[in-house]
């Protein structure tokens, strides 16, 4: 039996081989599942245009869903062209059938006209869209104008406002799509609402005159990475990706617009790599080659000014001060912490060392702090203007913690001075949901992060040290490893990491794992 993932299209073919199960066929291809075709609808069309559309009876499609039923159960569906109110039904009916025994993503791309003009859905159709499928849905995928009609709401509504009408009609993650429509920025722009993110997804517009079937492989690169264990979220990144990719790859194939087409590769190609949003105002860093920063090394992260002290005698040069937050307002804990940080930094310069502030930015910057570390959470916290003044030139060089794929994502758009991937082993030092990201994704987030990469969590010996560094970390961070005298533990931890960035580095992973 094939260990792939198996996804099931339910679809329209395209006689011209451009869209439909043509394309998702390219992009399940590219994305190492295996796809079982289940035809709807049959198109005869070719480059420019649809002439016929044959919409199959109820019954013959019905037939094709029960003989892969058993045989073939899938992890993911993604519907393309269905034709009509009752093929519409069906699939409702097959998704609440098959649900009974396992959990399956649906991930609808709502096609509801052709690029040329051809409408494939009338009153009914949307309607049975609405009331069926809207409400089963894992992820719907529509552009905007697919999006304007099942929300009922002016085509000229804004993505996030369409976005949050779907999603109070019952879909769980949407993803409106809009690499059609033209900016100044030259930006093509996606946004993403689901339940553990939404922004805009960002990446520099290829203009190509060919782009059939990229909604297609859009949606059903989401259903493969869906299929294979990744949340809405994070599987929106890698559709992200593999469309850019397919839209580089596309050629002509006749007259009019030619087919995109993806490849294996991309989910290893980091000029793939999106940058997401942190509100709807579509503020990112420059796509550009990040610049060139002294190695982090060894990374202490302490509690209090006096360890800060006796870390750096003992060789460290790059240090996190994280003092933990009390519930509830406490003018004299402040107080406390304001010196804390006076006399870390004052510290750090004696040592010439860089001293990176957890959380407190505001203190960070007054006192004179090098670096200042934050969270997801704590910046999200943050408005748009207060997020923009941390890349402000004199500000202190930010680190951020990231621990999916949309995380990664949206640190990106800050261009911090590194991105810290954890927990790459399992970590007692606090309560997370995330897997443990291992040293495969560590070596795929040092590929692909547009920075320096951290690695934090559950590094305790001196090997994994090593071993992290051999992955490419430009800083290991060590925090229970240090032990309560320094200057015994931190020599051990300073050659590991010597060892391991002069190793050959492993092949990189074909892609990531997810970590949620």
Known sequence: MSGLAIVWTIAGTDSGGGAGIAADQRAADACGVHLCTAVAAVTAQNSQGVRRIDVLPPATLAAQLATLEHDLPPAAIKTGLLGGPQQVALVAEWIDRLRQRAPVALVVDPVLSASTGADFADDATLAAYRALLLPRATLITPNRREAARLAGLPEASAAPLLAAALRSRGAHSVCVTGGD??????????????PQAAGWLALPRLDTPHHHGTGCTFASAAAAAMAQGFVAADALVLA???????????????????????????????????????????????????????????????????????????????????IKTPPGPDPAWRAQVRQQIAEAVARCREHGAMLFVNDHHALAAELGASGLHLGQEDLLALDDGQRLALRADGAPALGISSHSLWELARARSLAPRYIACGPVWPTLTKQMPWRAQGLDNLAWWVAMAGAPVVAIGGILEPAQAEAAAARGADGVCVVRGLGDAPSATVPAFLQALRRGAGAARP??????????
């Open 181 to 194: 429509d033209t900016r100044a920025d030259g930006l093509a722009l996606d946004w993403m609402d689901t």
């Open 240 to 322: 992200k990706m593999a469309t850019a990719q397919a839209l580089r790859h596309g050629s002509a194939a006749g007259q009019g617009a030619g087919p995109v087409r993806a490849r294996a590769g991309f989910a290893t190609d980091a000029s793939l790599m999106p940058q997401m949003s942190w509100s709807a105002e579509p503020c990112f860093a420059p796509f550009s080659s990040p610049a060139a920063w002294p190695a982090l090394g060894l990374y202490a992260i302490v509690d209090s000014a006096g360890r800060v002290a006796r870390v750096l005698e003992a060789g460290v040069r790059t240090v996190q001060l994280r």
């Open 507 to 516: 092949p990189l992973p074909p892609g990531p794992r997810p970590s949620l």
